[in-house]
């Protein structure tokens, strides 16, 4: 399985970006699938997911800001960021929520203060 986030980008505070994670080698329609970021000395954390049925949840503190959804069709995960904040700059992966693929390079939001 391989998995391909882009979409990262430099944007203000307040701004918005899409995050896509195409999927090759199984189906995002059968999976749980997530978005996560990293910080340089932090932790990996889960930001946003979707099981199979496509049921979502997120972290507290992008609530209602982020948006996790898929395109069963394009076998594509996306993130739709909102109001996006200096504390939401990371490099974000896309993974399953269990048994993880190989990471990949993630893609880079910045949103500067």
């Not at 505070?13 to 189906?27: F, I, P, Y």
């Not at 048994?99 to 990949?104: A, P, Q």
Request: hydrophobic content about 30%; glycine content about 12%.
């Amino acid at each position: 399985v391989q998995l391909q986030a882009f979409g990262g980008g430099l944007v203000q505070a307040g701004g918005s970006l899409r995050l896509t994670c195409a999927v090759s080698g199984s189906l995002v329609s059968i999976n749980a699938m997530g978005w996560y970021r990293q910080v340089p000395g932090k932790q990996r954390e889960l930001v946003a997911g979707m099981t199979s049925r496509g049921s979502t949840s997120y972290t507290d503190s992008v609530k209602g800001r982020f948006t996790i959804s898929r395109d069963n069709a394009k076998n594509t995960v996306y993130l739709q960021m909102n109001s996006l904040q200096p504390e939401d700059t990371a490099v974000y992966y896309c993974n399953r929520l269990t048994n993880y693929e190989y990471w990949g390079q993630g893609t880079q939001v910045t949103s500067p203060a």
